[in-house]
């Protein structure tokens, strides 16, 4: 098939984003969020300091069919043969432009293109018959197909064994010659030959993947059933790697997680493994619990008192404060709220350095907790502001473009609006992971960064929240019967 069969307008869905135009989600629940044409084509063909191309299928398979076409011309060989070749090098047209020039032969016995056939057919094919060797049964030789080596298999045997090979994966795309021992491969014109019109496509599609992925500039979405691919451009910041398909699903180019503006991918991976790992957990309980001193198990105090009571069956009961014997405490000590003898060893430095131990660890732990609870909050509300938008298009704006008449094109600010709050959401959520990661102690400067990113970090918050209410009141106004939107 020519290349002209493959081909569809590309530029009309090629998109290249401004970093600072991203409006995008990263949950897979946000992702079916009606979204305008219009929202797509404001964003057209901008140019920005990091950009990238949001490709669908065509577009990759008008590239993949030029650089086909473009290495069958310069080779003077055919498509089929062209594909196999690229397939070799990765797709890299340059690659084997110079290695065939360099040595055809080599190449040629490489990939399994045979220049002349080892196995010579009847110069009289008419009602000549050849036995299969596949089946063994005696079959006409113009029932009969081959590929570049020569060698005959009846079409029913071919059709099963492209069929199998097809359904068994990607590895069809470098099948050789059913002959034991021959390297010649079954190239796309035989596939087409062959197979049926299913398993055309779903080679085609394996060749579209093999393109994709081969390539470093190329990536597929990793939203949930996008059939989208993201062209990284080169040349931008390249400490930003955030990209935004169309099914808005927004994500990382470098570490394919969710976006993560402003922290760095290395961050990321440290704030995520402090997340789920047991150090925390250990670090609580070495703030909040003491070890019973007979039997070793780790006690919480509940309340008040400074009487503790090992579980059964170890039932030892000792001081808090110090971890002694109870039966040694009474009025003397200080009673059932304060310990006299943990002050007296304290004094004497008997406890300095379990305290400092324990301290370090509060203190940890309680930064962790104010960064991670601000955190986690954040990214509740951005969900939350997901489901409002939800909400606002399916009543307000509802209502409102019934009410007034009003196109989705003249109701596309309020979308538009949602979509920033939604993301500013998510990047006030990974402030509070970047600034954990910020130093607290240093010089003058470092202090001076911190509290410039902390006051930065406050007013974003607040003015986002006055965005977010502003947007909640004007909504319900917007849909009442007043004369003056009439």
């Known amino acids: 098939m020519d290349s002209e069969d493959y081909m569809y307008d590309s530029d009309a869905e090629e998109t290249t984003y401004d970093d600072d135009d991203l409006y995008y989600y ?10 305008g044409d219009d929202d797509d084509d404001s964003r057209r063909n901008k140019k920005a300091k990091q950009s990238y191309n949001v490709l669908k299928e065509s577009d990759i398979q008008e590239r993949q069919e030029n650089d086909i076409t473009e290495v069958s011309n310069v080779l003077s060989i055919s498509k089929a043969a062209a594909t196999v070749v690229l397939l070799n090098y990765n797709w890299r047209a340059c690659d084997v432009q110079d290695e065939w020039f360099a040595d055809e032969e080599r190449i040629r ?29 005696n079959v006409r030789v113009s029932m009969m197909g081959w590929v570049s080596c020569g060698h005959p298999f009846c079409r029913e045997c071919w059709e099963k064994y ?26 796309r014109d035989s596939i087409d030959l062959f197979a049926k019109k299913e398993d055309k496509e779903r080679y085609s599609q394996y060749l579209i993947r093999s393109y994709i992925e081969s390539n470093k500039r190329y990536k597929w979405c990793p939203g949930a059933d996008c059939e989208y691919t993201v062209e990284f451009c ?89 971890l002694g014997t109870w039966t040694e405490h009474g009025e003397r000590t200080g009673g059932f709220y304060a310990c006299n003898t943990f002050q007296k060893n304290e004094a004497e430095g008997k406890y300095n350095e379990d305290e400092d131990i324990r301290k370090r660890a509060e203190k940890h732990l309680e930064k962790y907790t104010h960064y991670y609870e601000r955190w986690a909050g954040n990214e509740s509300s951005r969900k939350q502001a997901v489901k409002d938008l939800k909400q606002m298009q399916n009543d307000y704006m509802v209502r409102l473009s019934d009410l007034r008449g009003a196109t989705d094109a003249e109701l596309k600010f309020i979308t538009d609006a949602w979509l920033q709050i939604i993301e500013c959401w998510r ?24 509290g410039f990113f902390e006051y930065l970090q406050g007013e974003a918050e607040s003015n986002l929240l006055d965005i977010r209410q502003s947007l909640m009141g004007i909504c319900p106004f917007l849909v009442t019967l007043n004369p003056i939107f009439a």
């Not at 990263?26 to 979204?35: L, T």
């Open 26 to 35: 990263s949950d897979k629940e946000e992702e079916n969020i009606a979204v």
């Open 109 to 137: 016995k490489k990939v399994g293109l045979f220049e002349k056939p080892v196995f010579l057919l009847p110069n009289k094919l008419g009602k000549v018959e050849l036995t299969c060797s596949i089946c063994y049964e």
């Open 162 to 187: 492209v069929s199998v090979a097809i359904e068994d994966g990607v590895g069809c795309l470098t099948l050789r010659c059913p002959e034991p021992r021959c390297n010649a491969v079954v190239d």
């Open 234 to 322: 080169e040349g931008g910041d390249e400490e930003c790697y955030d990209v935004c398909c169309h099914c808005r699903n927004g994500f990382c180019w470098n570490c394919m997680d969710d976006a993560h503006r402003p922290v760095d991918c290395e961050t990321l991976a440290k704030w995520q493994l402090k997340n789920s790992s047991e150090a925390e957990n250990i670090a609580w309980l070495l703030v909040n619990t003491k070890p019973c001193p007979k039997c070793g198990k780790a006690i919480e105090k509940n309340q008040g008192c400074m009487h503790m009571t090992c579980w059964k069956p170890c039932g030892h009961e000792f001081c808090w404060m110090c």
């Open 427 to 450: 990047v006030l959520k990974w402030t509070y992971a970047y600034g954990y990661y910020l130093p607290e102690d240093g010089d003058k400067k470092a202090k001076s960064k911190k």
